[in-house]
């Protein structure tokens, strides 16, 4: 085909989600064939992007100042936090725009098939913003896996003593399904339909 350089490039692409040899090889080819309008903008993007953006202080949303444009919001109501998985999950819930409260991102599930445990999740800034008293109700918007039940369950004993509402994403995650695939519809239905935990 080409060079090392080409096979370096869809190698790189083929490691993206979504993206198998084939489209890698596409995409790259595209690129390619018009580097100035393509390519070059987009190798700028991402060592712009590699530069500037960091998890948030507060939340762990990633964004390119600390605290991020979702904390930073005085519109936000600051006495919801919604704990979610990841920033993939985060940015489904702001993308479906039904929540104006604050999120919490925890890096993972628990998983003991994985190896993860309590000690590898994002849980002790949560508890911080809690125990500040100014939150009155924390969503656990966490998938309907096994793993994302788990973490609810053991989140919930955590919380329970801290005197905050707890509640749960309701209808309209299916089990086994993960928030960041969902359409904004079916997010704004398991919002607005989140129970008592």
């Given at each position: 085909m080409g060079g090392p350089e080409i096979d370096r490039l869809i190698g790189l692409l083929s490691r993206l989600p979504g993206m198998g040899p084939?489209?890698?090889?596409?995409?790259?080819?595209?690129?390619?064939?018009?580097?100035?309008?393509?390519?070059l903008p987009l190798a700028s993007a991402l060592a712009e992007a590699a530069r500037a953006v960091k998890p948030c202080g507060e939340c762990g949303n990633l964004d390119s100042s600390d605290p991020c444009s979702i904390?930073?919001?005085?519109?936000?109501?600051?006495?919801?936090?919604?704990?979610?998985?990841?920033?993939?999950?985060?940015?489904?819930?702001?993308?479906?725009?039904?929540?104006?409260?604050?999120?919490?991102?925890?890096?993972?599930?628990?998983?003991?098939?994985?190896?993860?445990g309590p000690e590898d999740l994002n849980v002790a800034p949560l508890l911080t913003r809690i125990e500040e008293g100014n939150v009155k109700e924390v969503i656990l918007a966490l998938g309907a896996t096994v793993d994302g039940a788990t973490t609810a369950h053991w989140l919930t004993d955590r919380l329970r003593p801290l005197n905050v509402?707890?509640?749960?994403?309701?209808?309209?995650?299916?089990?086994?399904?993960?928030?960041?695939?969902?359409?904004?519809?079916?997010?704004?239905?398991?919002?607005?339909?989140?129970?008592?935990?």
């Open positions: 084939r489209s890698a090889r596409r995409a790259a080819l595209k690129m390619l064939q018009q580097p100035e309008t393509r390519m904390c930073a919001d005085p519109h936000r109501d600051r006495s919801i936090v919604c704990v979610v998985e990841g920033v993939g999950d985060l940015w489904a819930l702001e993308r479906a725009s039904v929540l104006r409260g604050l999120y919490h991102v925890l890096g993972g599930t628990l998983s003991a098939l994985n190896g993860i509402a707890i509640t749960r994403v309701g209808q309209g995650v299916p089990i086994g399904g993960a928030l960041d695939v969902l359409d904004d519809g079916t997010l704004a239905a398991a919002l607005r339909g989140r129970r008592a935990s």
